[in-house]
């Protein structure tokens, strides 16, 4: 009987399913025998609770981020009380317990710690299998700690250390980086890749936003304007079509070197045509810029788990902060007249790539699975 893996996500933005998807490509690259399945829990049980999850969270990051700041850092590096995870699993996660025994997986691995709270506490009725966890970011709240959970998988040294210091035993928890597609992992040519997406060879930004396509991605865009003959600007608004349709309908931005597009599905081919990336930190685009060797300048972090992955690379000198559009002058400066200012951080990303394994999760599991 070949073994099963089901990998749990949730509908919230697009970073968690991305891993989720990440992790299954790897466990089907290194064991085809295994059957990997992904599910958004909270979609496929309670579909009208997950999507008013999603609606909240969208409207408290956009309308009052300093509010999400606030929930995020009260209690932060406490695990969820236990009326908290129970609420969780009123909301999201009932039935779950008909879903596995339909799947009956041999692993689960949460990729949202609110599905991972829900499997923890089914583990603390009896039922058994192996539990993982990956933490999508480069910091870990305490809504990720349950005792249940057999393995960790973390994105740096220092999300290891944060977790210690939560109580997780050392053993419990492996450094793996965060899992992207192997798309990622592969360098392509950056001329042939802007020739294959009919881009001119000249110094090229791109600016996302991740899936909502958020970050202030409108001021920066105006801010680049003024250098429009002298460089290339590819806007990826996600799946904002309110962003997408109003820059469209601005004429400034009709210009042959800029770029509108929606969400793409060849992300990485865009990030190897491109010198520098504009970006809110969500973890699993850094992680997948840094693994391209793509510089990156940090603008506006969702108050919470961003301006923690931000102080990540900042502190780890992988990418810097703009506090102001005007800082964009100074950024295409540098790339324009002083590119050697950038090779910094191009030196600083190629010691992290030494450290990263993109199948070291992946391997992790099979080897779980397969001694």
Not at 4 to 14: D, T
Not at 50 to 71: D, E
Not at 140 to 145: D, E, I, L, P, S
Not at 254 to 272: A, Q, T
């Amino acid at each position: 009987m070949s073994k099963k893996v089901l990998i749990l996500s949730e509908a919230v933005g697009s970073g968690h399913t991305k891993a989720a998807e990440a992790l299954m490509q790897g466990v089907s690259y290194l064991a085809p025998s295994i059957q990997t399945k992904i599910l958004e829990a909270g979609q496929t049980l309670h579909p009208l609770s997950a999507r008013l999850l999603f609606n909240t969270y969208l409207k408290i990051i956009v309308r009052s981020p300093s509010l999400w700041g606030k929930m995020y850092r009260y209690k932060q590096t406490e695990p969820l009380s236990n009326w908290k995870k129970f609420i969780i699993y009123q909301l999201f996660h009932r039935q779950i317990e008909v879903l596995l025994h339909e799947e009956n997986p041999h692993l689960i691995i949460c990729t949202h710690p609110f599905t991972s709270s829900s499997v923890a506490r089914l583990k603390r009725m009896g039922y058994r299998f192996t539990l993982c966890s990956v933490i999508t970011d480069f910091h870990v709240h305490g809504a990720w700690v349950h005792r249940e959970v057999d393995v960790y998988f973390v994105s740096s040294e220092d999300t290891y250390h944060q977790l210690i210091n939560m109580g997780i035993p050392k053993k419990r928890i492996v450094v793996t980086g965060l899992p992207i597609r192997s798309n990622f992992w592969i360098k392509k040519n950056k001329q042939e890749m802007r020739k294959k997406l009919k881009l001119k060879n000249i110094p090229t930004v791109i600016i996302m936003g991740g899936g909502l396509g958020l970050g202030g991605i409108q001021p920066i865009a105006h801010a680049l304007l003024k250098w429009k003959e002298k460089i290339q600007v590819i806007i990826c608004t996600g799946f904002n079509k309110t962003l997408k349709t109003a820059l469209l309908r601005d004429e400034m931005f009709d210009h042959p070197h800029f770029h509108i597009l929606g969400f793409v599905n060849h992300i990485d081919e865009w990030m190897e045509a491109a010198d520098v990336l504009i970006t809110k930190p969500g973890g699993l685009t850094c992680f997948e810029a840094l693994s391209k060797g793509l510089p990156m300048y940090i603008y506006q972090p969702i108050p919470g788990h961003e301006e923690k992955n931000c102080d990540f690379l900042i502190n780890n000198h992988l990418a810097i902060k703009m506090d102001d559009p005007n800082h964009i002058d100074r950024l295409i400066a540098s790339l324009l007249f002083s590119p050697q200012d950038l090779q910094f951080l191009h030196n600083k990303i190629k010691e992290f790539q030494q450290k990263i394994d993109p199948l070291a999760s992946a391997k992790f599991i099979v080897n779980e699975l397969i001694l």
